[in-house]
């Protein structure tokens, strides 16, 4: 989890809004893995985002409901009710 965080916050040449090869980025990740703070840190940066679905089908918001972090469920509807449309 770690280097792949490096990776997509731009440690390692990437950056928050990187897609790896599975069409993940750092958010899914986070969401995913529990990363309250680390997800929190991702969406005040304007190029990530929320929305973006994987190469199954999944969003941030599922990984994070999947995972049952309430807290990052709600972080992430926060979120997408934010953006102007």
Not at 23 to 32: H, I, M, P, Q
Not at 52 to 58: A, E, Q
Not at 61 to 79: D, I, T
């Amino acid at each position: 989890m770690c280097e792949r965080l490096k990776y997509c916050s731009g440690g390692g040449g990437g950056g928050p809004g990187v897609i790896d090869k599975d069409g993940r980025t750092s958010l899914s990740y986070a969401a995913g893995d529990g990363y309250g703070m680390v997800v929190k840190l991702l969406l005040e940066q304007e190029e990530v985002n929320p929305d973006l679905i994987d190469n199954i089908g999944r969003t941030p918001l599922s990984y994070a409901a999947g995972g049952r972090y309430e807290g990052m469920v709600k972080l992430l509807l926060q979120r997408e009710r934010s953006i102007p449309t």
